[in-house]
Antibody, heavy 115, light 105 residues
Framework: QMQLQQSGPGLVKPSEALSLNCSVS????????LTWIRQPPGKALEWIGY???????NYNPSLRSRVTISADTSKSQFSLRLNSVTAADTAVYYC?????????WGQGTTVTVSS | DIQVTQSPSTLSASVGDRVTITCRTS??????LAWYQQKPGKAPKLLIY???NLESGVPSRFSGSGSGTEFTLTISSLQPDDFATYYC???????FGGGTKVEIK
């Protein structure tokens, strides 16, 4: 049964890049969309973007200039990179399977942007 | 951009109550809407997709309806496990609503 396991630092300095990984086990990236979602403290969910195994991506317009979602099929891992972070990027970040119908989620990673 | 508005933002109810949450979009999205349940400290869980289709394993007390710009999530008889925050998501632009917290009255 497919599982998603997230990893990455919980603390990032302002102006630096946030990098998170989502490892896929019990399944394959092939045929799947993989999405990143975030949730600032006490706030609603925000869609960041998705990656399709063919390499195509789609990003939230509000983040497009700073975000990259990519995958390493040899490692069954996909990644989120968000550049030039500020305190407003402090959130719990989730990876999830799907483009819509997000029916499998990672455990979430709390990322705090602070010096 | 499609704006997604949920109401109410907070709902106080008792076990056994019938609960209805509304989601409105700023333009028609046909039936391209999903509902999620989120409990504190946990990832969201998919409940409903395509406005009214129940995800596998989700109790039948949950139901969804609507099309165009107005949608509802109904819990027919609220159970203790249902106290949570609920989000709708449209899947033209993938925007989420602001959430509805269902709390104990």
């Amino acid at each position: 049964q497919m599982q998603l396991q997230q990893s990455g630092p919980g603390l990032v300095k302002p102006s630096e890049a946030l990098s998170l990984n989502c490892s896929v086990s019990g399944g394959s990236l092939k045929g799947n969309y993989l999405t990143w979602i975030r949730q600032p403290p006490g706030k609603a969910l925000e869609w960041i973007g998705y990656f399709y195994y063919t390499g195509s991506t789609n990003y939230n317009p509000s983040l497009r200039s700073r975000v990259t979602i990519s995958a390493d099929t040899s490692k069954s891992q996909f990644s989120l990179r968000l550049n030039s972070v500020t305190a407003a990027d402090t959130a719990v970040y989730y990876c999830a399977r799907g483009r819509v119908l997000l029916n499998l989620w990672g455990q979430g990673t709390t990322v705090t942007v602070s010096s | 951009d499609i704006q997604v508005t949920q109401s109410p933002s907070t709902l106080s109810a008792s076990v056994g109550d019938r609960v209805t949450i509304t989601c409105r979009t700023s333009q028609s999205i046909n039936r391209w809407l999903a509902w999620y349940q989120q409990k504190p400290g946990k990832a969201p869980k998919l409940l409903i997709y395509d406005a009214s289709n129940l995800e596998s394993g989700v109790p039948s007390r949950f139901s969804g309806s609507g099309s165009g710009t107005e949608f509802t999530l109904t819990i027919s008889s609220l159970q203790p496990d249902d106290f949570a925050t609920y989000y709708c998501q449209e899947y033209n632009n993938y925007s989420f609503g602001g959430g509805t917290k269902v709390e104990i009255k």
